[in-house]
């Protein structure tokens, strides 16, 4: 079956996104600087439609693994209505991710607000899942087939995926910068302290990439 | 002249103890876990005067690289007096270090408490700094000569020393821990983003050793 991951990009001090996040600055303020290590790396001009070219090497394997083993993602609803706002409880909300996100494939979303499928260009396609997290992750893997279902995000998202024990494996991208405020990715998950194991660690001056298995 | 370092064990989830320490529990709840991965190690156990033996390898060798280079220790007053609590305001509290403390070099404590400097066996003794944070690090270079001054903790003295810019290496021994609530090593530290340089990465199944300078 499908296993749930998430790869996500963290700061040293542990936040995803800058303050303040809005439909024109999604990733909240300063939080551009956490994904500077992704921008010139050529699977991620390749994924994001921006021409050929780019960096290859290390960090460029990294994404592309995560890519290739990628077959379904779930995400939040603010992540995809463009962070918190007014915005994020209007139905019809389009997202901020253009007629060609970079997902390639389908993607579910968690959302109180029961609407149709829209499908994309080049692969994507947003199904609303209105039953709770399991339904979510239930509908991605049957969509998933033999690869992952990625975890896109929000932190409320993921901590209640690793609350739940559904959430298999992490790979943290540790950028190191002290951001000093935002939205911290482990804030408030309370509960048992988990033990992980940690099953990879892959270095680069811009970024380290920690890998963890939670236990069953 | 001697540069201020820190050396500091953290859970993957940004705490580096976890809540509610007493003196009775220094660490807080759950908080030896954290420090699981240095109670083995040949290192410590000499530190601690626990007699021979332990174990060798990739972690003891980043402890002791890290012992060698110490010449004089600054932390804050509740990391000396055992913690957050009534007894951190006694003017003659002797903290919970016993007769031989760990650390085998001056240390010298912040406090707004004046009192005669305590000398301890092997090598430790107990100055209290009343002048503030850099008054405190001028004190402890004289004392290092050419080594190195760490700065102990806790986490609101690593952010002062942070945001006055006056840390200049850290090295972070990320544990493959959800320790789930906590003193959150970075909470609050606010201000503007800082890049840090990563100039180091070591691994071992028990813990990830990552070091960065923080640029002039």
Redesign the interface.
């Known amino acids: 079956m499908a296993q749930l991951t998430l790869n996500i990009t963290m700061?040293?001090?542990?936040f995803i996104a800058g303050p303040n996040q809005t439909l024109d600055e999604p990733l909240g303020e300063?939080g551009e600087?956490l994904h500077e290590w992704l921008f010139p790396l050529a699977s991620f001009r390749e994924r994001h439609g921006l021409g050929g070219g780019g960096e290859t090497g290390t960090d460029d394997d990294v994404v592309k693994e995560n890519l290739a083993a990628t077959g379904a993602v779930v995400m939040g609803r603010r992540m995809f209505s463009g962070g918190a706002g007014p915005w994020e409880d209007d139905p019809n909300a389009d997202g901020w991710w253009g007629d060609d996100p970079p997902f390639h494939v389908p993607v579910f979303i968690l959302t109180n607000h029961a609407r149709k499928t829209v499908d994309k260009q080049g692969g994507t396609s947003f199904t609303f899942v209105t039953g709770g997290i399991e339904a979510a992750l239930d509908q991605a893997r049957a969509a998933a087939g033999d690869k992952d279902v990625s975890l896109a995000g929000g932190a409320e998202v993921v901590q209640e995926y690793?609350k739940a024990g559904l959430l298999e494996e992490l790979q943290?991208h540790?950028v190191?910068?002290?951001?000093?405020?935002g939205v911290?990715?482990?804030d408030s998950?309370?509960?048992?302290?988990?033990?992980?194991?940690?099953t990879r660690?892959i270095?680069s001056?811009?970024?380290?990439h920690?890998r963890?298995r939670v236990p069953r």
């Open positions: 700061s040293l001090d542990g300063g600087r690793l943290i540790v190191p910068l002290l951001l000093g405020d911290s990715l482990f998950l309370g509960g048992d302290p988990v033990k992980l194991d940690a660690v270095e001056p811009a970024v380290t920690l963890f």
